[in-house]
């Protein structure tokens, strides 16, 4: 008996070592009054998480969605099945002195009250810019304010740049650059794999295991394009989809860390505090990647 339950407990830990999953988020959304690919995007990337049987949480913000037909839109995820959190009003940054606690918080209800009723809807907050706060005060409270209405964070574990791979997409689409659009692709999956594979090793470094990791995209025309090919590659790399309820089960994203300012990947904020050397802040920027698009022959001046 006592060999049985050695048996499953070492393979209880060699799962644990071994097996890496995420759950994919998307944040923002698009507003089909600016974006006339907006609903196309959208559709394109329900699709193809549909076809991988993935089940993702999207987090919008109202002033990215803009008006009733942006809400319309984002209603879809819900109704195929997805999470849909709360990723404020205005998109505010909580690290600028600009951004005041009562008025971020009011910000935060305004998200609340525009997606709590949305089938799908879960009470999970994501940070814009995952900016946490830039004092004691306003990060508390925010904490604070989460904790009595019954919300989660949705905290992010893997952080990446896709956005500006994004803004590369979309001019070399402009230009009808195929060339550069070729080169594109796998430097941009790369570099989805690499931060992938940086905090899931900054977790083993600090926890010692490989947790539930959720990683972070926005609803954006790169996205849509190749989801399908970020997903053929996660899995040939080893990793699981799993969706963003299981992921959050993950006691890592229960962990209030304290750093100032708060913010980053929670696998930062962790990697920060057992005092892990070469942390960059912020954790991910465009320039960063400057040199992974030049190796792979593309035209990066800002
Ligand atoms: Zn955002």
């Known amino acids: 008996m006592f060999k049985l339950i050695l048996l499953s407990l070492c393979l209880g830990l060699s799962n644990l070592a071994f097996s890496k999953s995420l759950a994919l988020s998307f944040d923002d959304g698009l507003d089909p009054s600016t974006n006339p690919q907006a609903q196309k995007i959208n559709n394109d990337l329900l699709d193809t998480l549909k076809k991988n049987n993935i089940h993702a949480i999207v987090f919008?913000?109202?002033?990215?969605?803009g008006g009733a037909d942006g809400l319309a839109i984002i209603s879809n995820w819900g109704k195929q099945g997805h999470r849909i959190g709360n990723h404020g009003n205005l998109h505010l940054n909580l690290a600028k002195d600009s951004v005041s606690l009562p008025d971020y918080l009011q910000d935060v209800?305004?998200?609340?009250?525009?997606?709590?009723s949305l089938q799908g809807f879960v009470p999970r907050y994501r940070f814009p810019y995952l900016k946490e706060g830039n004092t004691l005060e306003k990060r508390d409270g925010v904490r604070k304010w989460l904790l009595a209405n019954n919300y989660q964070s949705g905290a992010v574990s893997i952080d990446a740049s896709d956005w500006y791979y994004n803004q590369l997409f979309l001019a070399y689409h402009k230009e009808n650059d195929q060339?550069?659009?070729?080169?594109?692709?796998?430097?941009?999956i790369s570099h989805l794999l690499d931060?992938?594979?940086?905090?899931?090793?900054?977790?083993?470094?600090?926890?010692?295991r490989s947790p539930k990791h959720v990683l972070l995209l926005h609803v954006r025309a790169i996205n849509a394009a190749w989801l399908d090919d970020?997903?053929?590659a996660f899995n040939e790399e080893g990793w699981s989809f799993i969706d963003s309820d299981s992921a959050y089960q993950d006691p890592m994203y229960k962990l209030q860390t304290q750093?100032?300012?708060?913010?980053?990947?929670?696998?930062?904020?962790i990697a920060k505090i057992y005092g892990v050397k070469g942390l960059r802040y912020p954790a991910e920027d465009a320039p960063y990647e400057y040199e992974n698009l030049k190796k792979s022959g593309l035209n990066v001046v800002p």
Do not use: C, H, V
């Not at 919008?60 to 969605?65: A, L, N, Q, T, Y």
């Not at 060339?179 to 941009?188: F, G, I, N, Q, V």
């Open 230 to 232: 970020i997903i053929y």
């Open 195 to 208: 931060r992938a594979s940086y905090y899931d090793d900054l977790a083993l470094k600090t926890l010692g």
């Open 179 to 188: 060339e550069s659009l070729d080169k594109l692709k796998p430097a941009y």
């Open 60 to 65: 919008p913000s109202i002033s990215k969605i």
């Open 109 to 116: 209800q305004e998200g609340d009250k525009a997606f709590s």
């Open 259 to 269: 750093t100032l300012p708060a913010g980053e990947s929670i696998l930062w904020n």
